[in-house]
C-alpha cells in the first residue's frame, strides 16, 4: 500500500461560487495552492491510480495541495467527513450516505468515479458451477449491508439465487475475500476482474455470470461526495479537484497511458507482477470503467437506493436533489 501523506492543514472557508471558480483558475494555478484534504477507498486499483494522479500532477496543475488519505474503513471515512476532517473522498463507495441522509446528514453525492464493479467471483470448488450452486455454501464478503455484501446480494437476485439460503460469511476487505478464495476456506468469494485472465496462476474458477463489470452495469461502484457544509466553504477546492479526477479517468482510458500506468503500478506493488499489470490494464482499455464526464443520473442514485431498501438498511428512496449535487461536477467539466 502506498503511505497517506497526512498533515495538518488551515481551513479555507472561502466559498466560492461558480463564476468565481471559473474566473480564478488561471491565476491560482500560478499563485498559492489551495489545500484539500481527499480520503479514498484503499482498495488496489484505487491506489494504483493515486500513485499515477500524483505523478501526472493533475490536481497540483489545478491549483491545489492535496492532502491524500488512503481509507479502509468506510464508517471512519464518513465520520471524517461529517466533522469536516476530511474536505471530500473522490474515489469511494457511497451507498451507505443514503441511509446516512434518511437519519438527517447532510451529505450529497456530487459524481461518478468507477460506474463499474471492478470484482467477479471466483472459486476452488468444482461443484461450484454457476451462481445458484452457492445456495447452501459459505460465499465471503464485507459486513453485512456493506459494499461487498450488497454487491453479492445484486448480482444473486439478479440470477435468481435464493440469498435465505446463502451463508454470509464477513471476510473483510475484497483483498481479504480473495485470498480466503484461493485458499478453498469458503465456497465463493470476489477478487478483481483482471484475475480473468490468470485463473490458472491464481488456481481459481469464474463462477458463471461472476463478472460483476458485465452483469451489474447500473452498480456505481464509486463516486465523489462531501458534507453540505464543505459544498458550501470548500466549493473552489472541490470543484478543481472534480476537474483533476476527470482528468484522470479521461488520461488512463487512452492507449498512450499505459507505460505510466504500469509505472505507477511498480511504485505500489514493488514485486508484482508484469502479467498482473497487463492484466489490470486490460480491464481498464476493455471497460472503461471511470466517469470521464463525472456526472451521474437519477436512475444510478435510484438503483443504489433500492438495493439499500432491499437489505432493509434504508426505509424508501430519497429523492435525487436530497441525495446528490452535480453543481460542482459540471462547473468542473467547464474547466476542462
Not at 498559492?32 to 500524483?54: D, R, S, Y
Not at 478543481?240 to 499505459?258: G, N, T
Request: proline residues 4%; glycine residues 10%.
Amino acid at each position: 500500500m502506498s503511505p497517506a501523506f497526512l498533515s495538518r492543514r488551515s481551513v479555507l472557508g472561502a466559498g466560492f461560487g461558480a463564476s468565481a471558480s471559473l474566473f480564478s483558475i488561471g491565476s491560482y494555478a500560478q499563485s498559492k495552492p489551495i489545500p484539500i484534504t481527499i480520503a479514498n477507498a484503499a482498495g488496489n486499483v484505487n491506489l494504483i491510480m493515486q500513485e499515477l494522479m500524483k505523478q501526472q500532477g493533475f490536481l497540483e496543475k489545478m491549483g491545489l495541495a492535496p492532502t491524500i488519505m488512503n481509507v479502509a474503513d468506510g464508517g471512519k471515512m464518513m465520520g471524517g467527513i461529517i466533522n469536516g476532517e476530511i474536505d471530500c473522498s473522490t474515489m469511494s463507495g457511497f451507498g451507505q450516505i443514503f441511509p446516512a441522509i434518511e437519519k438527517g446528514a447532510k451529505l450529497k453525492v456530487l459524481a461518478g468515479a468507477a460506474l463499474l464493479p471492478s470484482l467477479a467471483v471466483f472459486t476452488t470448488k468444482p461443484e461450484v458451477k454457476t451462481l445458484k450452486d452457492l445456495e447452501g455454501k459459505t460465499v465471503g464478503t464485507g459486513s453485512l449491508g456493506a459494499l461487498l455484501h450488497q454487491l453479492m446480494v445484486a448480482l444473486m437476485k439478479k440470477h435468481g439465487v435464493d440469498i435465505e439460503k446463502v451463508r454470509f460469511v464477513n471476510i473483510g476487505a475484497s483483498g481479504d475475500v480473495f485470498r480466503a478464495a484461493t485458499m478453498g476456506t469458503i465456497d465463493a468469494g470476489t477478487g478483481e476482474v483482471a484475475v480473468i485472465e490468470q485463473t490458472d496462476v491464481y488456481k481459481v474458477r469464474l463462477v458463471e455470470h461472476g463478472n460483476m463489470s458485465i452483469e451489474l452495469p447500473e452498480y456505481t461502484y464509486q463516486g465523489a461526495w462531501a458534507s453540505e457544509q464543505a459544498i458550501k466553504t470548500k466549493r473552489e477546492a472541490i470543484v478543481r479537484a472534480l476537474a483533476a479526477y476527470a482528468q484522470l479517468y479521461r488520461f488512463v482510458h487512452k492507449p498512450e497511458a499505459m507505460d505510466a500506468f504500469l509505472k505507477a503500478r511498480k511504485v505500489v506493488f514493488p514485486n508484482g507482477t508484469d502479467a498482473d499489470g497487463l492484466a489490470n490494464w486490460h480491464y481498464l482499455q476493455q471497460f472503461k470503467p471511470y466517469a470521464s464526464d463525472l456526472v451521474v443520473n437519477d436512475a444510478r442514485m435510484k438503483y443504489m437506493q433500492q438495493l439499500n431498501v432491499d437489505l432493509n438498511v434504508q426505509t424508501k428512496i430519497l429523492p435525487f436533489e436530497q441525495v446528490a449535487d452535480m453543481g460542482p461536477a459540471q462547473e468542473a467539466l467547464k474547466m476542462l
